[in-house]
């Protein structure tokens, strides 16, 4: 159905292709060809486009800010091909490229497994996951980014890398009944602040928050990524996440936590997971849910200023 068109309405997204230089860029990163669970997640960078233009870009405040006008935002296409060795040398590069010219890079996917080329395109020096899973498994598959980032260095990249400091690394929403216990002890034993969905709701997002950010972020020019898994949403929210379940994060816990951490001059990048546009519910309200964190990324990037 065509959206109806108001010239005192401004939609979201259609926003101008990256030429040189941006506040915020967008980067399709359609991963999914080592998933655990079968996925139609190559889908999804084209279906948040699409939902973008349900919403507006208008902050109520005080001040009424619309970020279309308060920031400038483009979209650098897909990284096409971007699983295997090299398409994550692709992705690295350009995302390093993007990372240069903007403030933040927001990379839409896509399976978990883009976690990893991207933070290390952005040089990341840190790591906040909003995520029910540890993604700490071996091999190469979207369960294991978070590994990977510690442990492996890529095959095929072209330009340099380096590999994260583990007690730099914070996991919120880690959930029981969707881990192992060996994962949870390789967490422990590398120093891996873990912070549970049962210790985020009794603490509070601001809390919370401020812990990571202080951990991710510390060090001498830190540069921090976000990795928002979107299966750490309750299922009746997010059931376009192969993985959610139900007792998951309510969508405003996601929204709230995409804008404080986004808030931070310290994140340069943030990625969107997990979500298989080809298995959503029937009014599309993952992907929907995926758009609005793109907001809200937006969102906490204005609040820098």
């Known amino acids: 159905m065509a959206l109806s068109h108001d010239p005192r309405w401004p939609r979201a997204g259609g926003w ?63 990284v096409h091909e971007p699983d295997g060795d090299e398409g994550e040398s692709d992705v690295i590069s350009r995302v390093r490229e993007l990372a240069a010219s903007a403030e933040l890079v927001i990379a839409l996917g896509g399976d978990n497994s883009l976690t990893y080329p991207v933070a290390l395109g952005a040089e990341a020096t840190g790591l906040i996951t909003f995520d029910a899973h540890f993604d700490l498994r071996d091999g190469v598959s979207n369960g294991t980014p978070v590994r990977r980032l510690v442990e492996d260095a890529p095959a095929a990249a072209t330009v340099e890398t380096s590999r994260i400091d583990p007690a730099r690394i914070v996991q919120i929403g880690i959930a029981d009944f969707a881990n192992s216990a060996a994962y949870a002890k390789r967490a422990a034993d590398w120093g891996i602040r873990v912070i549970t969905l049962d210790e985020l709701r009794r603490r509070g997002i601001d809390d919370v928050v401020a812990e990571a950010l202080e951990i991710a972020g510390a060090g001498a020019a830190p540069r921090v990524h976000l990795d928002i898994d979107v299966d750490v949403c309750d299922r009746s929210v997010a059931p376009g996440c192969p993985a959610s379940i139900p007792g998951g994060l309510a969508a405003w816990e996601l929204r709230a936590l995409t804008r404080a951490v986004a808030a931070d001059p310290r994140v340069v990048s943030a990625d969107l997971a ?32």
Do not use: K, Q
């Not at 101008?16 to 999804?44: E, M, N, Q, Y």
């Not at 080809?278 to 204005?302: F, I, K, N, P, Q």
């Open 16 to 78: 101008p292709a990256f030429d040189s230089t941006a506040d915020a860029v967008l980067l399709g990163v359609p991963v999914w060809r080592t998933s655990l669970s079968p996925t139609g997640a190559h889908a999804t960078p084209a279906a948040i486009r699409e939902a973008l233009p349900r919403y507006g870009a208008t902050l109520m405040g005080p001040p009424i800010v619309d970020l279309n006008e308060a920031l400038r935002i483009a979209d650098a296409g897909d």
């Open 274 to 305: 997990e979500v298989d546009a080809t298995a959503d519910a029937d009014d599309a309200r993952t992907v929907r849910l995926a758009a609005l964190c793109v907001l809200e990324l937006l969102a906490g990037l204005h609040s820098r200023r």
